[in-house]
């Protein structure tokens, strides 16, 4: 994932540490885009009648639909999730309340706690998928377009390290949406 740094003009002072006007108006900006675009996309899932997910909630739900038996070990959901082992816990208590995942003692060593997805919670999952992508194209791919979110795609990739669970893991389409070309 992670690629040889860019060639990119190098700090703007004599410091070699303060940014310059363009680059911190272009800092503002990313930060601010990507602020208010997960709100958006978490205000869609939270809004849609009978899905109620923040976007948080939606991403465990993925990840443990592209597990294998539906389960992860819940610090390498934490991980892949970026949250902190303590706010993985209480989202994914949240979620138990609902129905949606259960923790069970890990079957490989019996130490750990491994979030399930449940029956209920892959059904929530299939109904809010479709709401998740189309806010995703309305907000993102349709208003920067294809080959301009492949590029980002690979700018920001640059920043991550080489194992960031980004990789895609989905087995197998959800119900109702349309099949890959």
Not at 43 to 49: F, G, Q, R, T, V
Not at 104 to 128: F, K, S, Y
Not at 139 to 161: C, F, N, Q, S, Y
């Amino acid at each position: 994932m992670h690629t040889t740094p860019s060639t990119a003009e190098p700090a703007s002072t004599s410091e070699g540490l303060w940014l310059s006007r363009e680059e911190q108006e272009a800092w503002r900006q990313f930060l601010y885009a990507t602020t208010l675009l997960n709100e958006k996309l978490s205000e869609a899932l939270e809004s849609a009648p009978g899905i109620d997910l923040t976007l948080g909630e939606y991403e465990i739900l993925v990840r443990l639909s592209e597990a294998d038996g539906g389960a992860i070990r819940m610090s390498d959901l934490a991980d892949q999730v970026v949250h902190s082992r303590s706010r993985l816990t209480h989202t994914v208590t949240r979620m138990e309340r609902r129905g949606l995942v259960e923790r069970v003692r890990c079957a490989a060593d019996g130490r750990g706690r491994e979030a399930h997805l449940t029956a209920a919670g892959r059904r929530l999952l299939e109904q809010a998928a479709p709401v998740h992508v189309r806010s995703v194209r309305d907000r993102l791919v349709d208003v920067v377009g294809h080959d301009d979110l492949l590029e980002l795609g690979r700018i920001l990739a640059r920043t991550l390290p080489e194992d960031a669970p980004v990789a895609l893991g989905c087995p197998a389409p959800h119900a109702g949406a349309p099949a890959a070309d």
